[in-house]
């Protein structure tokens, strides 16, 4: 079950309006009708994964009444970490003094948090933690090409983070389903800077170091993707989409957010969306949705909440949760 949650955003905010003064051709009206998003938290100097990482994740463990000592496991989903090697979620153990915790990272993208709560979920079942913290983490505007409209205005970087322990009276994850497509992993993806493609003057001229999307196809890929992780969910789950009481989706662009909805059958009202105030955050964006929608009272006891995301792969899946 999901004991407790934390967040954590930048206090920097970049407003639509603010990419004219950096010299990106682009509008409020654009970007707000094309996606949704009006703002988005931008880290700073004093930013990092591990920092907001940390702070989402003391949120979290004070909600779920966790000391750091009790962490079995650290599962840090991320695809912007601080370094390259080792993995963010040893530098979150570091940083929270995490001593007892296994740490590692998963990297599946936009869809991390709901691969990590999975694997929480996965070292539960296998009797080898009891209380698991993931965190879904990025900086994402440190691998943004800020000379691209297509991309830069969509991203932004924050944190969330989640206690998973093991369910008990009927509160837990009722179905998990992760899906995966390598083949097309060139419609959103960072062609240097890995072992192929090190990183070279060029490679930072030509912009192959950073994120590259062909947006129009990873849209159609993500409407269809998360319509599938939605119905694979609440089939398992043996539930209609009557019996959830909230989506909460990835937070990519309004559009995707309402056809997924649409295709769900379940109202705009019943859909968490906050897309509009962080932009994109990748795998931080659901676990931050979800602290909101703790701490608003949008989820009560014995809510059924739908998780559904989608990702850089291409990744998806979704969770059914009672809470
Ligand atoms: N401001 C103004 N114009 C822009 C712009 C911006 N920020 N970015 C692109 N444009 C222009 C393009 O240059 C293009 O102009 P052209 O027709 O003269 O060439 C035009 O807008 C349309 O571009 P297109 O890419 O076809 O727009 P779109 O309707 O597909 O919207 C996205 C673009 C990126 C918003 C949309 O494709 C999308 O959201 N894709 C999914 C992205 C995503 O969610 N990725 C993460 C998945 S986890």
């Known amino acids: ?73 650290i599962v840090v989903a991320t695809a912007s970490p ?38 929480a979920e996965g070292l539960i079942a296998a009797g080898s933690a009891e209380t698991v913290l993931v965190v879904g983490a990025e900086t994402l505007t440190r691998i943004t090409n800020w000379k691209d409209r297509n991309t830069c205005v969509l991203f932004g970087d924050g944190a969330g983070a989640s206690i998973v322990k093991r369910a008990s009276r009927g509160r837990g994850i009722l179905s998990a389903y992760t899906r995966s497509d390598g083949t097309l992993a060139k419609l959103l993806w960072r062609p240097a800077g ?18 590259h999307m062909q ?36 937070q990519a662009n309004i559009r995707i957010i309402e056809a997924t909805a649409k295709h769900a059958n379940v109202p705009m009202d019943k859909v968490y969306v906050n897309i509009d105030r962080y932009g994109n955050t990748s795998a931080a964006s659901i676990p931050i949705a979800l602290d909101e929608a703790m701490r608003t009272g949008r989820i009560g006891e014995g809510a059924t909440v739908l998780f559904v995301g989608f990702g850089a792969g291409f990744t998806w899946g979704s969770l059914v949760v009672r809470f």
């Open 1 to 73: 079950m999901i004991a407790g949650t934390g967040r954590s955003a930048p206090e920097r905010v970049l407003t639509n309006d603010g990419f004219a003064a950096i010299g990106i051709e682009t509008s409020d009206e654009w970007i707000r009708e094309r996606t949704g998003i009006r703002s988005r938290h931008i880290a700073g100097p004093a930013d990092s994964v591990t920092s907001l990482a940390a702070a989402a994740a003391r949120g979290a463990m004070e909600a779920a009444a966790v000391n750091a000592g009790e962490l079995d496991s």
């Open 82 to 119: 601080d370094h390259l090697l080792p993995a963010a979620a040893v530098e979150l153990q570091a940083a929270l003094g995490a001593s007892r915790a296994a740490a590692f990272d998963v990297n599946a993208a936009c869809a991390g948090w709901i691969f990590g709560v999975t694997v």
């Open 194 to 211: 890995g072992g192929v493609n090190p990183v070279t003057p060029e490679a930072l001229a030509d912009g192959t170091f950073w994120i």
């Open 215 to 250: 947006g129009r196809e990873v849209f159609k890929h993500a409407v269809r993707s998360m319509a599938d992780a939605c119905d694979r969910a609440l089939d398992a789950a043996k539930l209609s989409s009557d019996s959830i009481d909230l989506v909460i989706p990835h």
